[in-house]
């Protein structure tokens, strides 16, 4: 079994103005990382819109297209930017985690890594906002259940900022277990433990500014695999943001390299015990490029190591 990259340089064309930190040379630095590692290269595909149906209502992907220009940049909120090239970025990311997901359930693949931009998880059902266009992960979760016939999957993110809008798109899911762990203060302001779903079947993990990476081990070996392992997924989907890093700009916990290896391995070890070890993992946050780079190369490191 091996592991499976999937990319496409359309995620290149979603231009940010100058100083945005969700830029380019994010995914150019990831790929760049990655080069010469044993994965096995696919293309993203464009999302077909019925699968986008799936979490997003029909009048808010024609509002996108609608309010996409010509040239220059339109301002969907306060940091959240569309320019010429931004839809078809966004929906070669939707369309790499549905992939991700065929490969890993067909048993093409052990598991897989979607390198794409925009990220995803703070889209909400009919609001995109945090740089985020698509609901990635939770439309990678409704594909498996809806598409593959799943009966459960579990979604962990662990972005230093909440996952608002994975949480949104699976309030009502009961067969979506979702697990955050975020930075507590911080945009965007939600991922208190009482919401906890319609179902209680979402488990968010606030952690203090400046918490690191012991403190956060124990916070998922306590609070995160016990209810992993309860839950049984038959697939384990990963957004996987590297923003929690000590080097980041936008938030501070103290996490290193060593720390992101270590969950990520922690991770696999438990989808093996609960799903053979299928896992799909979509890029989310991270932007200080260095710290970006090297986290994210070891969190495909571990899953190189899990998949052979």
Same mark, same amino acid.
């Not at 009048?59 to 969907?76: C, H, K, N, T, V």
């Not at 569309?82 to 929906?91: E, I, V």
């Not at 962990?156 to 697990?179: K, M, S």
């Given at each position: 079994?091996?592991?499976?990259?999937?990319?496409?340089?359309?995620?290149?064309?979603?231009?940010?103005?100058?100083?945005?930190?969700?830029?380019?040379?994010?995914?150019?630095?990831?790929?760049?990382?990655?080069?010469?590692?044993?994965?096995?290269?696919?293309?993203?595909?464009?999302?077909?819109?019925?699968?986008?149906?799936?979490?997003?209502?029909?009048?808010?992907?024609?509002?996108?297209?609608?309010?996409?220009?010509?040239?220059?940049?339109?301002?969907?909120?306060?940091?959240?930017?569309?320019?010429?090239?931004?839809?078809?970025?966004?929906?070669?990311?939707?369309?790499?985690?549905?992939?991700?997901?065929?490969?890993?359930?067909?048993?093409?693949?052990?598991?897989?890594?979607?390198?794409?931009?925009?990220?995803?998880?703070?889209?909400?059902?009919?609001?995109?906002?945090?740089?985020?266009?698509?609901?990635?992960?939770?439309?990678?979760?409704?594909?498996?259940?809806?598409?593959?016939?799943?009966?459960?999957?579990?979604?962990?993110?662990?972005?230093?900022?909440?996952?608002?809008?994975?949480?949104?798109?699976?309030?009502?899911?009961?067969?979506?277990?979702?697990?955050?762990?975020?930075?507590?203060?911080?945009?965007?302001?939600?991922?208190?433990?009482?919401?906890?779903?319609?179902?209680?079947?979402?488990?968010?993990?606030?952690?203090?500014?400046?918490?690191?990476?012991?403190?956060?081990?124990?916070?998922?070996?306590?609070?995160?695999?016990?209810?992993?392992?309860?839950?049984?997924?038959?697939?384990?989907?990963?957004?996987?943001?590297?923003?929690?890093?000590?080097?980041?700009?936008?938030? /501070?916990?103290?996490?290193?390299?060593? =720390?992101?290896?270590? $969950? !990520? &391995? *922690?991770?696999? +070890?438990?989808?093996? @015990?609960?799903?053979?070890?299928?896992?799909? /993992?979509?890029?989310?946050?991270?932007? =200080?490029?260095?710290? $970006? !780079? &090297? *986290?994210?190369? +070891?969190?495909?490191? @571990?899953?190189?190591?899990?998949?052979?």
């Amino acid at each position: 079994m091996t592991t499976a990259l999937i990319t496409h340089a359309d995620c290149l064309t979603h231009v940010t103005p100058d100083g945005h930190p969700e830029r380019v040379a994010r995914l150019e630095h990831v790929l760049h990382g990655l080069e010469g590692k044993t994965l096995e290269r696919f293309t993203a595909p464009l999302a077909a819109e019925d699968d986008l149906l799936r979490i997003h209502p029909k009048s808010y992907i024609e509002d996108l297209r609608e309010a996409r220009p010509d040239a220059g940049f339109i301002q969907l909120d306060g940091d959240t930017f569309l320019s010429p090239g931004s839809l078809d970025a966004a929906f070669r990311g939707a369309g790499a985690a549905v992939r991700a997901v065929d490969l890993v359930l067909s048993g093409r693949v052990q598991n897989a890594f979607a390198a794409i931009r925009p990220p995803g998880h703070h889209t909400e059902t009919e609001t995109s906002m945090g740089f985020c266009l698509f609901g990635n992960a939770a439309l990678a979760a409704k594909h498996a259940l809806d598409h593959h016939g799943l009966k459960r999957v579990a979604v962990v993110d662990f972005d230093v900022h909440h996952g608002n809008g994975t949480q949104d798109l699976l309030w009502d899911e009961p067969r979506a277990l979702f697990i955050s762990s975020q930075q507590m203060p911080l945009w965007p302001g939600s991922g208190r433990p009482d919401e906890d779903g319609a179902h209680g079947q979402m488990v968010n993990i606030p952690l203090a500014p400046e918490t690191g990476g012991d403190a956060m081990r124990e916070a998922y070996e306590t609070l995160a695999f016990p209810r992993i392992r309860a839950f049984e997924p038959e697939l384990l989907i990963l957004s996987a943001g590297f923003d929690a890093h000590q080097d980041d700009p936008l938030a /501070s916990l103290n996490w290193t390299t060593s =720390d992101f290896a270590w $969950l !990520t &391995a *922690a991770l696999c +070890a438990i989808a093996q @015990e609960v799903c053979g070890g299928r896992i799909v /993992s979509t890029l989310e946050g991270g932007y =200080d490029l260095n710290a $970006l !780079t &090297a *986290a994210t190369a +070891a969190h495909v490191d @571990e899953l190189i190591k899990a998949g052979s």
